[in-house]
């Protein structure tokens, strides 16, 4: 379907969020949401400016879906009254493997706002959604990105997680992040997590693209840096569980260091 086809102003109609657009290929993100009438047509929620509205016939429902073009609800949930009629909805979801790891709950209330989620049909792990006004649905999502941050931090402090952990909550926490300045602090979190040979790649294929004014030499000093900015955080309390005792890439972080002429200054502890 082309983007015109979807096309849907706000009135009075009522309407039930059957589900998103696409796909949930990553642990956490948005994506526009899927409107149905009462009578089954069903459309891609869009706000224009010329308030048109062209919907499709509930038997083609089910290819979409077969497709992965669309994700079904498995309840149904009422537009929301509340959003402005100015202000995009959107669906943010979420996996459970992502909650666990961020040791977080799906808020029933989010900045006066109350949520209702829903399961997301078809997703190989257990997967939620919720439609939410634009400003809402990306300030959640930022708000988690930022808990997980905080997360890598405190571990990268006691270095008491192992490398794929502290890699995994980097790619969770920039599936999350909506604000580019979450994002950056999180580039820099995954330059020091991962191996010393991949961060170049990072640096060319990611955050140069997202910060085209970032060079590499600022990017690196920027690692150096982070350093102090971390040991000097309080910590934060975090649910007991096991972890596997690492060095926290201390070696790897000197061959970095050494090779680009930072010096052992950027070695942690």
């Known amino acids: 379907m082309d ?7 706000v009135g009075a109609e009522s309407l039930n969020v059957i589900g ?5 290929l990553v642990a956490c993100g948005t994506s526009l ?5 009462t ?22 429902l089910a290819d979409y879906v077969s497709e992965g073009r ?15 009629a100015t202000e995009q909805l959107l669906v943010l979801f979420v996996n459970s493997e992502f909650l666990d790891e961020a040791e977080i709950q799906k808020p ?3 900045q006066g706002t109350p949520v209702q989620w829903t399961k997301i ?9 919720t439609p939410l006004p634009e400003s809402l649905a990306k300030g959640m999502s930022n708000e988690w990105a930022k808990k997980l941050c905080q997360k890598i931090d405190h571990h990268l402090k006691e270095d008491n997680a192992s490398a794929a952990k502290l890699q995994k909550w980097s790619d969770f926490g920039l599936c999350a992040a909506t604000d580019k300045g979450t994002r950056w602090s999180l580039y820099l979190r995954y330059g020091a997590v991962i191996d010393p040979e991949r ?18 030499e600022f990017y690196l000093k920027k690692l150096h840096e982070i350093r102090s900015i971390i040991q000097a955080q309080p910590p934060i309390r975090t649910r007991p569980k096991p972890v596997a005792t690492t060095f926290f890439h201390r070696e790897k972080i000197k061959s970095i260091t050494e090779e680009r002429g930072l010096g052992a200054a950027f070695v942690w502890k």
């Open 121 to 129: 049909t078809g997703e190989k792990r257990v997967a939620w959604g």
């Open 20 to 24: 998103m657009n696409g796909s949930t």
């Open 39 to 60: 009578n089954g047509d069903f459309c891609r929620f869009v706000i224009d400016k010329e308030s048109s509205r062209l919907w499709h016939n509930q038997a083609t």
């Open 3 to 9: 983007q015109k086809s979807f096309a849907i102003g």
């Open 70 to 84: 669309i994700s079904v609800f498995k309840t149904p949930i009422p537009l929301p009254d509340s959003s402005p």
């Open 108 to 110: 029933l209330e989010f």
């Open 199 to 216: 961060v170049r790649r990072l640096f060319d294929i990611f955050v140069q693209r997202q910060f085209p004014t970032c060079t590499w």
């Open 33 to 37: 949401p899927v409107a149905q009438r």
